[in-house]
């Protein structure tokens, strides 16, 4: 591999040297060297490595979610510039480019779809990678500011499906940002001020919009492409961890990323172009009446992927609900990489055959507990009513807390009792957790209805 | 450096750390400052002037649509600006004529027409917008800031010369 020019052969037509002058490396060839030097010689291919890890490969130890999401991206980038020539960003004349894209614009419906569905999809597969990576343990060393970065890259996701989300100015997007905004007022300290710069006035308005606009199309995609090139250098730089069984060592056997790797990434992605397009030919995005600020919905909900938070709310004191319990969660997930560990488990699903009941036993305990203390707290629960003397943060939010945090200490103390290593209690916490955020955000979206009355499914 | 005494080339190193931590600073400052809300006259955060005080009898509740704000004429007298924007998340909380009260839409909170919570979740009464009479009787009212208030008071109430405040 000392060199690295490729052949050169003088007796070719001119329209091959002007071919060779572009893509020097031949697409296909038959041995293996020069399979690798189209890889090295290549701006986009040399992402990858020239040699991959045959285990890695396995489409059931990845996925291919990091790879869906590079996809989405790109997907999201060209309908958002598409979008952005028809789309005026005005509380006048935003709805009216709704209208437009469904009535005159050539395709404008399907273009507003797939920009639609690709953005939600990406908050759903970049919270799945975020797992897949957590119950393989790929955040351990030397991957741990890879994880922070990744944290990072999923807020930003969701900052952009935000921004995104009152540009149609209709019904659901005003009143979904009025209460996703409202939220952030209760940050102490700092939280009316940000709202209001964020806003640009009091309340949600002209300014928001062309705010929202900017980020949304300047801000936060160029924030995403820095640190999303910053991450994948550093997954190029560590290597993918490789799938193996527990006590065992990884098999070390590598082969040439053309075309072993590329393949499966270019019919990923045709495969899911292809759910994608038929999905968004199908299913509109919706789109309500045109925004008027002076009439709520009801039940007026935030965006799908803040109702986990809307529903706490409904639970806890709004600081407690809306900061101080995702504060904590945040800060801990961002820690967890650098926290000791007893065991070494990379590329072991779920740490260990112990791991594997013990986070299946904590979803399910997960769910069970957070719809319990959903009903408790619906039906029997009155701490502000029982401690009346004690101002509402504390009876409405140290109280529960307390009791909430003395539940998660007692289950990890009893993991740990009954021989589970740190790591996997852990886990389990995270799984319970997790189980009991998916349980919330499912009884936000679905179980209520008009007031934030809770329906039961069986009434 | 070992000696303590600052070397020539530490004090470079540290002078143009601090310029360049001090450039950064004001560019940051330049830019929160250029992105603030910018507040106009008679739009929404603006001054809004409702003419003379006495169109509006004692007891009347009247929506300011381009202000988003209730003009409160309360019976026993006095006159409020009160925000229509629930406490709570931020719902447009519409005015009941019937039983006198605001009532939000979105999770059920209710307010006295003073601003005051009568049912939760709404941490606290409608906030209000300075209102003033001035000398010719005009009601006058600044949008460009809400006034949150934790009671609400008697203090939060503007009297129409003539009316008492007792």
Known sequence: ???????????????????????????????????????????????????????????????????????????????????????TPSPDAAYESMISLRTEIYFGNLVRNLHHWSGNLMVVVGVLHMLRVFYTAGFTPPREFNWVMGMVLLLLVVAANFTGYLLPWDQLAYWAVTVGTSLLDYVPVIGPALTRLLLGGPEVGAATLTNFYGLHIALIPLAIF????????????????????????????????????????????????????????????????????????????????????????????????????PGMALFAMLLLPYLDKDMDSVGVWFRSQRGRVLTGVSFLLGILGTAAFILLDEYILDFPGWLPFLPSYISNGWVPLAILLLFIIGFYELLKAIGSTTC???????????????????????????????????? | MSDGKLSRRGFINIFWGA?????????????????????????????FNLGDYAQYPAGSVTPVEAGRFYLVHLQEGGFMAVYRRCTHLGCAVPYDQATGQFVCPCHGSAFTDDGEVLNQPAPRPLDLFKLEINDDGEVVVDTSAQIEREKSTTTDIVYAPGESNV
């Not at chain 1, 059931?60 to 790879?67: D, K, R």
């Not at chain 1, 759910?275 to 009801?298: D, G, Q």
């Not at chain 2, 450039?23 to 739009?43: H, N, Q």
């Open chain 1, 1 to 87: 591999m000392t060199d690295m020019q490729p052949p050169v052969t003088n007796n070719t037509s001119i329209i091959g040297r002007v071919r060779r002058s572009i893509q020097r490396d031949p697409i296909s060839s038959d041995n293996d060297r020069d399979r690798m030097r189209l890889v090295m010689n290549s701006l986009i291919l040399h992402i990858h490595p020239s040699k991959v890890s045959r285990p890695a490969l396995k489409f059931s130890y990845t996925f291919g979610l990091g790879g869906l999401l590079i996809l989405l991206s790109f997907i999201l980038a060209v309908t958002g510039i598409l979008l952005i020539f028809v789309y």
């Open chain 1, 226 to 325: 820095s640190i999303v090139t910053f991450h994948i250098w550093r997954v190029r730089k560590d290597k993918i961890t490789v799938p193996r069984q527990l006590n065992q060592p990884a098999i070390k056997e590598k082969v040439t990323t053309v075309p072993h790797l590329v393949s499966i990434e270019l019919v990923f992605a045709l495969v899911w172009l292809a759910i994608l397009f038929t999905w968004s030919a199908f299913v509109n995005a919706p789109l309500e009446e045109a925004a008027n600020p002076a009439h709520s919905p009801n039940p007026a909900k935030a965006a799908w992927y803040f109702m986990g938070f809307q529903e706490l709310l409904l639970h806890f004191h709004p600081v407690f609900g809306a900061i101080i319990i």
């Open chain 1, 424 to 459: 996997e209690a852990r886990q389990s916490v995270f799984t319970l957790l997790l189980a009991s955020f998916v349980t919330l955000t499912f009884v936000g979206i679905f179980l209520r209805g008009e007031g934030m009355i809770l329906l039961l499914p069986w009434s």
């Open chain 2, 19 to 47: 310029a360049g931590a001090l450039a950064l600073t004001e560019v940051s400052i330049a830019s929160l400052r250029f992105l603030s809300p910018r507040p106009t006259d008679g739009e929404f955060g603006g001054v």
